[in-house]
Structures are given as structure tokens and as C-alpha cells.
């Protein structure tokens, strides 16, 4: 693994079916997003975790949940997909240990369509 | 992005000089990023600000004004590679990045 990969690449989701977004760093970053992009809209930040153990909610919260067992891994559930839940969904990674300067490193993402 | 506001499409020639602008709100203003992102693909990280003036690396270069809100990125000797969505993030009081909604830049031959 170099980086942050993502899965599935792409899935086609009944609504109502409860769906996991895997993500993995091996960077040993402290702080990890998930964020959902849609067009003309730009990323927007789902939840966030700043180290292993915490999560945060971000600007689009609802009907998503996180979780950050390790330092490696932050999965995005979607308890009961909804149409508007169809986006691209990015993770990324930061060492939020350098403070201000929050570079964040973006994984592949996943195209979700919610039907 | 709800307080970054950044042109939603721009056109250029290959070999030109483009500008892309980007302004945001100025309270609890932690610096700035600026990232490209190719059609399809992940954002990837082109230059950060936090201190008033240009920043300049190799064909790219990004510029803030803090007084202003205000910041630029600069890309010269356009090549057809550079045809992508170019965004600009604002780190907030939190640390977090508010994100704009991304200019996207069409090279012409």
C-alpha cells in the first residue's frame, strides 16, 4: 500500500441498503476526512478524525456514520442510503501534528450512485 | 464552498498565462491551499500561503493578500496537461479546510 487507498472504486446501491466505504493509510497520519464532492458544490466535509480513538462531525453529517479503531483505517457507513447520498467520495489524510499547515493527502475516491 | 468564492470555468491558449482568482472570508484565516484535481481523479496539493506575497514554484505560482482575502494562482507556459479543476481551500480557525467549488481551466491549443 502506498498512500491511501479507497473501496470499492464504484457501486450501484439499492435505497434503504446500508453500505461501508473502506479507507487505509500507511502513512501513520493522525488525522483522517471523509469528504463528498458534487458538482458545483466542491468537497464538502462529511466527519473527521483527529487522531485514533475520535471522531468529529464536519459540515454534512447526516445519515453517516464513522468510526477510527487504528491509526490506518476510517470507514464511512451509510446506514440507509438515500438518492441524494449519490456523490464521489473522497478520504484523505493529514499529520495535523504541524498544525495550521494541513496538507491533506486524497485518496482515489468512491463513485456512489444511490438508486 | 460557503465562504470561498473562486470563477466556476476559465479558458486559456497553450503557452499563455492564466490567473485564477479565489477570495474568502478573513476571520480566524489560517492560510490558504490551492490544489489541482484532473477530471476523474483525487485533488493533489500545488502550493499553500499563510504570509502576504507570491510564492513561486516552477510554472506555478500563488499569491495572497490577507488585508484583501484575496489570493491567485498563477500558472505560465500553459501545457494541455494543465486542463483540470484548480481548488482553493481556506484553513479556518478549527484547522479545518473550507473548500471553494473549484475553477475549471480549459486549455486551447
Known amino acids: 500500500i502506498a498512500g491511501i487507498t479507497q473501496a470499492p472504486t464504484s457501486q450501484i446501491l439499492a435505497a434503504g441498503r446500508r453500505m461501508t466505504l473502506r479507507c487505509t493509510q500507511d502513512?501513520?497520519?493522525?488525522?483522517m476526512y471523509w469528504y463528498r464532492q458534487d458538482l458545483g458544490l466542491g468537497l464538502r466535509l462529511i466527519h473527521y478524525?483527529?487522531?485514533?480513538?475520535?471522531?468529529g462531525k464536519g459540515e454534512v453529517p447526516d445519515g453517516y456514520s464513522v468510526s477510527r479503531a487504528n491509526t490506518d483505517d476510517f470507514p464511512l457507513t451509510l446506514a440507509s442510503a438515500v438518492p441524494s447520498q449519490t456523490s464521489v467520495y473522497f478520504c484523505?489524510?493529514?499529520?495535523?501534528?504541524?498544525?495550521?499547515?494541513?496538507?491533506?493527502?486524497f485518496g482515489p475516491g468512491t463513485r456512489l450512485t444511490v438508486l | 464552498g460557503q465562504n470561498i468564492d473562486q470563477p466556476t470555468e476559465m479558458t486559456a491558449t497553450e503557452g499563455a498565462i492564466v490567473q485564477i482568482n479565489c477570495t474568502y472570508q478573513?476571520?480566524?484565516?489560517?492560510?490558504l491551499f490551492w490544489y489541482q484535481q484532473h477530471a476523474g481523479e483525487a485533488p493533489t496539493f500545488l502550493s499553500y500561503?499563510?504570509l502576504d506575497g507570491l510564492e513561486e514554484k516552477g510554472r506555478f505560482s500563488s499569491f495572497l493578500s490577507r488585508s484583501k482575502g484575496y489570493s491567485y494562482l498563477l500558472l505560465k507556459e500553459l501545457q494541455m496537461k494543465d486542463s483540470a479543476s484548480y481548488l482553493c481551500?481556506?484553513?479556518?480557525?478549527?484547522?479545518?479546510?473550507?473548500w471553494g467549488a473549484g475553477t475549471k481551466l480549459i486549455i486551447k491549443p
Open positions: 484523505a489524510s493529514s499529520d495535523s501534528t504541524s498544525g495550521p499547515y494541513n496538507e491533506q493527502f
Open positions: 502513512m501513520r497520519h493522525n488525522a
Open positions: 481551500a481556506e484553513v479556518d480557525s478549527n484547522y479545518q479546510l473550507i
Open positions: 500561503n499563510v
Open positions: 478573513t476571520s480566524g484565516f489560517n492560510g
Open positions: 478524525s483527529n487522531t485514533a480513538g475520535t471522531t
